[in-house]
């Protein structure tokens, strides 16, 4: 293989101004398709999408329509909202809100009917009459009414009176980002301007949720980007001192990283909450190629080799290594590629592609730049150096003084994650994918401490037989189910069709009644969603608590179990709505993390076997490439971080990763190896050779890890911290207990009894 990259150099150097020229006009393009990349923020690509377990949803919507999504809302909060002066303001700024295109009805204090019974039949009431706002209705008494009403308590109106809730149901012409944005952003300002003085707002719903999560996203992966190309920066100047090994580091991986963004635009992609790290995780593992080349480079200059002469010969070594590095690290992301959630499954096939053209611009640039740009080092970074040599050197006289007792403290490191891992938890609740005092965590807080939220499953009932709802049994059995359900401790709210049936109607009645509203009255649209128009399907609207994935499947049990005593065995009721299916794919994370690290397990390893050709080697590289994995996920346990959307993908991300450190390592243990040497000898001249490269890549991935912390996402917050402390544990692996379990491989123990 040596000579095919020593052939591949030598025409890379012929071409140098052709791949240049090449690469910038790749560059440009891809920078054009890039800015054409559309946001998909909705929470659609979290969910798993079987078709099993998406085909009642589907079939939910296409009856009644998606009833959070379909609501844009705003927490007014104010002293005065009790009065009249501010309700005749909330009118005002209700009918501009009716006026927007695409909003087809609004919710407010001021826009809320509700049917009443009369001898002479039913109609709908408005709960503030116009005459009041005018002035013609006595105010006092008439207020105290409209506050302790049962149908806007804790619906438009919190406990205290000082927050009401405004919300415009919306007919978005496009459901994506895209299509959402120019409503909710028209929304917005239309609220704004209209407000009286002294109004706090605070924009609600799933919708303005999934349009500020795409502000955060973007804005958030800037910043994150900018951040860890700072600390690299730092980083390789520090340990090196040569300006070279900068533009080496971040040449390929600049260039990579928008080429990889317009492929997959190319192939339909978008830019999500977890496609948003591509471009970080495409640094990181960039960067840490190139650090081994730049390694291998100045390795063969210290032996008074020409500039070209080094370049060609660090070609040649590290073309192979560097190769099966990407392989190894593009499986461990295209095993997620057996996830469930399509968000899972775009990221690992997105960095696994991303990991492959980072390789190639590597391969075309690294030549390029080193041939080009002058490598002297700044003086005081050899004494950098120096400490560094010190350091690898202590490092290899405990591991050939001491390889039993080193051997013996990782296996009771290993006892110790085995004995934590138990209580590793699964939970995800939507309240906390931000941090902590961001805005949209407060407000969705608020949401449910004062009003409904929006989260919750939604239930579709339909009756077995023939028959419909308009029954009085049928009736009766779906308030006996309403009831219980509103009896649960996380529920925050519960809206069936009986809602919009008039207090004291004759259930004879209530099919006429429900048409009438469907067709003609302000209540058309909340009547659409929980009753179809002939009767024979019904929704319940179930508002819960941000209760988490650890509860959810207890509240389905739960459902289904009070479904069977209230409403029998003549009804079909399934928990549906997109909710639930956040939930249920938060669920098959588990298996989803043993899918695809046994995946990557069976991929890697026959190549790790393949490259190494030494069944020594190999069962020596085992125990330090699991290690990590396994010591990532006791971290979580016991630090409190639960297995979630970011989190989950960690296996297989950290056994592609550290496994490159280790590839490296072996590949100069069977150099050296082969010269039959003594197996201390071996690995004196291992660490002291790739030690270097093996630290500083470890190094560097640590601090382009450790800047997702200052992401607002807590998924990418809580990935970054677990990747960092992995790739701590693999350097440790790498550099202690690896060349401890070769040595015990040959049966080389110190006198001392080590």
Known sequence: MKNFYFKLHDRIVRNQRVILAALGVLFVGALVLVAQMQFDMSFRPLFADEDAMYAPTERFEAIFGEASGAHIGVILESEDILTRPYLRALAQLSDQVAQLQHVTAVISLTHFDFPIWTPAGSRTT????????????????????????????????????????????????????????????????????????????????????????????????????????????LALFLFFGRFSIIVVALAGVSIASPITLALLHLIGQKITIINSMVPIMLLIIGVADAIHM???????RNGKRSVSEAVRMMFGAMGLPCLMTTVTTAIGFLSLRMANIGAIRDF??????????????????????????????????????????????????????????????????????????????????????VAADHPIRFNQ???????????????????????????????????KFQDALRDHPDVLHVRTYLDYLPKGMPHSSAQKVLSTLRKDSTLKYQVKEVINQDGKWASVIVRTNDMGTKRAGEFKDWIEEISIRHLGTDFEVQVVGQWWLAQSGMMNILSDMLWSFTTACILILPIMALLLRSIRLFLVSLLPNLLPMLAALAFMAAVGISVRIGTAMILAI?????????????????????????????????????????????????????????????????????????????????????????LLSFGVLKKDGS
Not at 294 to 300: A, N, T
Not at 662 to 671: A, F
């Open 126 to 233: 408005r709960l503030i009459p116009k005459s009041f706002l005018t002035g013609e209705t006595p105010g006092s008494s008439f207020l105290e009414q409209v506050r302790s009403h049962p149908k806007i308590k804790r619906v438009i109106l919190s406990e205290d009176g000082k927050k009401t809730l405004l919300l415009a149901r919306v007919n978005f012409p496009l459901k994506d980002l895209k299509g959402r944005q120019p409503v909710i952003r028209q929304f917005k300002k239309t609220v704004a301007a209209g407000i009286p003085l002294g109004t706090t707002l605070r924009f609600t719903g799933v919708s303005v949720v999934e349009e500020e999560y795409a502000d955060i996203v973007l804005w958030s992966s800037i910043r994150s980007t900018v951040l860890t190309s700072a600390g690299l920066v």
């Open 294 to 300: 730049e390694q291998s480079f100045m390795h063969y």
């Open 348 to 433: 690992g096939l997105n960095v696994g592609i991303g990991v492959v053209v980072v390789y190639v611009m590597n391969i075309l640039l690294v030549p390029i730049v080193l041939l080009r740009l002058p490598s002297k080092q700044v003086g005081f970074m050899r004494w950098a150096g120096r400490g560094l040599e010190y350091f690898l050197n202590g490092s290899s006289r405990l591991v050939t003084s001491h390889a039993g007792k080193i051997t013996f403290a990782f296996a009771g490191l290993i006892a110790a994650c085995v004995w934590i891992l138990p209580q590793l938890s699964l939970d995800q609740k939507f309240n906390e994918e």
């Open 654 to 742: 950290a056994l592609g990763i550290a496994i490159d450190d280790t590839i490296h390592l072996m590949i100069h243990l069977r150099e050296h190896n082969a010269a039959g040497k003594d197996p201390r000898e071996i690995v004196w001249r291992t660490l002291a050779q790739a030690g270097k490269a093996i630290l500083y890549t470890s190094v560097v991935l640590v601090i382009g890890f450790g800047s997702m912390i200052s992401n607002e996402l807590m998924a990418i917050q809580d990935m970054g911290i677990v990747a960092a402390v992995t790739i701590i544990i693999a350097l440790i692996a790498d550099l202690y207990l690896a060349p401890a379990l070769y």
């Open 445 to 479: 807080v608020l949401l449910e401490q004062e009003f409904t939220g929006f989260l919750g499953p939604e239930i579709s009932v339909r009756p077995k037989n023939s028959s419909n709802f308009w029954s009085s049994a049928a009736m009766d059995q779906v308030q």
